[in-house]
């Protein structure tokens, strides 16, 4: 697919320059198609030599000229962002990646018929790995949806649901790279407090970490069944799994994915 529009980045961290490498990558429209602002500077320099694209200039300009607006600002500066810009984005669609941010507070600072999509992809779009979960504002066209869902599928899978969810789906798989990194650092340093060196251990919980996840992606099996085939009768799996078990690991991952969502319904106020 081959997108006519013209886009434009309202902030250029990491998400925005993880969409505009799949976006070119995918092919889905040339670099001169794509415009990018943030404060910082070296974070434009860095975009320009990287990708081409057009850079810089005020959010005004950018927002004007786009087709599709993709707001990628941090929650706590969105509202003073959407107020700059929101004079310009009648005839735009706009794809918000803030935490916590309605679609409702979007549209009442930018008009009740705006066409609104709300987004939340994860770190892992950096390597086209990324989950990202759509929910569409009811003003929306179907080809919006079509075109949003196609940009988020260059850097990962796409999933709709509910906007009422967005909140559990920030503290699951929008902070949930986190829990994933911290895991595989535990495993790592298990592996080297047993004598593997850190280098090959790293590799090993990476990967085992990966593997495991194609597991239950590829075979549609449920995680437990696939833990019990790896837990043998009196083995070594399920001793380190009683540990686990004893330190309330389940429960403690559990609190995180409330404590993030909770903490995203905060940033929503």
């Not at 980045?9 to 794509?34: H, S, Y």
């Not at 990202?132 to 949003?148: F, K, M, N, P, R």
């Amino acid at each position: 697919m081959s997108l006519s529009h013209k886009i434009a980045f309202v902030g250029g961290g990491q998400m925005a320059e993880a969409l505009i490498g799949g976006i070119l990558a995918a092919k889905l429209c040339v670099p001169d198609r794509i415009w990018a602002t943030d404060p910082a500077a070296v974070r434009l320099d860095h975009l320009k030599k990287t990708f081409g694209i057009q850079v810089g200039g005020s959010n005004r300009e950018a927002a004007a000229w786009g087709d599709v607006v993709m707001l990628a600002v941090k929650p706590q500066v969105f509202d003073g962002v959407l107020k700059e810009i929101g004079g310009e984005l009648a005839d735009a669609l706009i794809v918000s990646i803030a935490a916590g941010v309605p679609i409702s507070r979007i549209a009442g600072i930018c008009g009740g018929q705006t066409r609104v999509i709300r987004a939340m992809p994860n770190m892992p779009a950096l390597v086209h790995e990324g989950m990202t979960a759509l929910a569409i504002g009811s003003c929306a066209h179907e080809q919006d949806v079509a075109t949003v869902r196609c940009i988020f599928e260059s850097v990962g899978k796409v999933v709709p649901v509910e906007e009422r969810l967005m909140d559990a789906v920030t503290g699951l798989s929008g902070s949930g790279p986190a829990y994933v990194f911290l895991a595989i650092e535990a495993l790592t340093d298990g592996g080297v407090k047993m004598g593997v060196p850190r280098e090959i251990a790293a590799v090993l919980a990476a990967q085992t970490v990966l593997g495991a996840a194609q597991m239950v992606l590829k075979t549609g099996q449920h995680p437990a069944r696939l833990k019990d085939q790896v837990a043998s009768p009196g083995g070594t799996t399920i001793a380190g799994l009683h540990r686990l078990e004893q330190g309330g690991l389940r429960a403690t991952l559990i609190d995180a994915v409330e404590a993030a969502t909770k903490r995203s319904q905060e940033l929503g106020r």
